[in-house]
Nanobody, 123 residues
Framework: EVQLVESGGGLVQAGGSLRLSCAAS????????IGWFRQVPGKGQEGVSC????????YYADSVKGRFTISSDNAKNTVYLQMNSLKNEDTALYYC????????????????WGQGIQVTVSS
C-alpha cells in the first residue's frame, strides 16, 4: 500500500521559512517522482514542485521559483520542500503526491496523494 505522510507544516510569519517533509513507503522510491500540490479553499489546485528521484530533475511553478527548493533523501525515502521568503499567498493545504515522472516544465500524472498538511502565512 502506497503511503505518503507529510509533516512540517504550521503557522509562520511572512518572510519566514518552513520545511515540509514527505515520507514515502509501499513502492520502489527510485522509480517514481514525488511532487507537491497545494489547495486553497474556493480555488483550484496548483502544482508547486516535483522531483524525479532517479535523476534529480525538478520542476517549480513560477509562483515559487527562487523561493522553494525540493530535494530528496533516498536513504530515508523522504522528499523535502524547503520554503523560504513565504508570502500570504502561500497559505494553503499542501499535498505530497506520487507521480509517474517529473519534467522540467511540468508535473507528471499523479498516482497517489498524501493526506495534506496546512501551511499558514500571517502578515
Amino acid at each position: 500500500e502506497v503511503q505518503l505522510v507529510e509533516s512540517g507544516g504550521g503557522l509562520v510569519q511572512a518572510g519566514g521559512s518552513l520545511r515540509l517533509s514527505c515520507a514515502a513507503s509501499g513502492f520502489t522510491f527510485e522509480r517514481y517522482a514525488i511532487g507537491w500540490f497545494r489547495q486553497v479553499p474556493g480555488k483550484g489546485q496548483e502544482g508547486v514542485s516535483c522531483i524525479n528521484i532517479s535523476d534529480g530533475i525538478t520542476y517549480y511553478a513560477d509562483s515559487v521559483k527562487g523561493r522553494f527548493t525540493i530535494s530528496s533523501d533516498n536513504a530515508k525515502n523522504t522528499v523535502y520542500l524547503q520554503m523560504n521568503s513565504l508570502k500570504n499567498e502561500d497559505t494553503a493545504l499542501y499535498y505530497c503526491v506520487q507521480e509517474q515522472y517529473c519534467e522540467r516544465d511540468r508535473l507528471g500524472s499523479v498516482l497517489a496523494w498524501g493526506q495534506g498538511i496546512q501551511v499558514t502565512v500571517s502578515s
